[in-house]
């Protein structure tokens, strides 16, 4: 049989916050490679809109309303797309919120929100994900991918945003022991660290000539914002056999704003 290391024929893909933005940019790649995709998001329309697209790939789909936030909803979603699927190859912790306050006006309140869907949420869902593939495993059928989406923020200073910021740079770490953790069940486990990408959470900056001017057409060597799409391969790549011995890494992919 021909070597195909794209072909996501037969392997399973779970992406949270998979409605829009990133995250449905995710799902689209994974499913026109050939892969079953379970998107979880929160806006119903969004979810809806993301399901028509997905199937017109013609793979099995499954969209659900989880809140991230809620431990027990993300215990029964991951059992559910095991249950639907049959199994689970890919798990892309991809939902967010952002959290922009100046730090000494920063409340606990929005501090725990924050954290809670950045980085609680995280451990919950590659929880129940490593569980599921370590079981798997250990039955004779090694192998899985973790994916977390992170920020350049994790990498460079953020005012007004340190409590986003804490939870991207968390991740990374976390990602890099499951990395080293669970290697011998053969799951790798990597970081996508996005920089200025068009969705929901920078709607304002879009918005905002100056920043426009400033910072996406001096500082971003594409002179564009990124999209949805722009992280399609990256994502097929990891959920892919071409990754198959590419573990505790973390991908820029911010168009060159970090190194310009």
């Known amino acids: 049989m021909a070597y195909k290391p794209f072909d996501l024929t037969g392997k399973a893909a779970l992406v949270t916050g998979g409605n829009g933005g990133i995250g449905l ?10 892969a079953k995709v379970a998107v979880w998001g929160q806006n119903p329309e969004k979810n809806a809109r993301a399901e028509a697209a997905l199937k017109a790939h013609g793979v099995d789909v499954l969209v659900r309303k989880v809140d991230v936030a809620d431990e027990a909803a993300i215990v029964a979603g991951v059992a559910e797309v095991i249950d639907t699927f049959g199994r689970l190859d890919f798990c892309a912790a991809n939902a967010g919120i952002g959290g922009g306050a100046a730090f000494d006006q920063m409340t606990t309140e929005r501090w725990r929100r924050v954290t809670t869907v950045n980085l609680d949420a995280v451990f919950w869902t590659f929880r129940e994900a490593v569980r599921h593939m370590k079981e798997r495993a250990e039955a004779g059928d090694p192998g899985g991918s973790l994916v977390v989406t992170s920020s350049t923020s994790a990498i460079h200073g953020a005012p007004r945003n340190q409590a986003y910021a804490s939870t991207k740079g968390g991740v990374l770490a976390m990602v890099r022991g499951l990395a080293v953790e669970y290697a011998r069940y053969g799951v790798r486990a990597n970081s996508i660290l996005p920089g200025w990408i068009a969705t929901d959470m920078t709607q304002g900056a879009q918005d905002n000539d100056k920043f426009n001017e400033q910072v996406i057409l001096k500082r971003v060597p594409f002179r564009r914002w990124g999209e949805g799409e722009d992280f399609a ?8 056999d071409a990754s198959r011995f590419h573990t505790g890494d973390s991908f820029v992919i911010d168009g060159g704003y970090t190194i310009y």
């Open 25 to 34: 940019g995710m799902a689209e790649g994974l499913a026109a490679a050939g």
């Open 233 to 240: 391969g990256i994502a097929v790549y990891l959920a892919s």
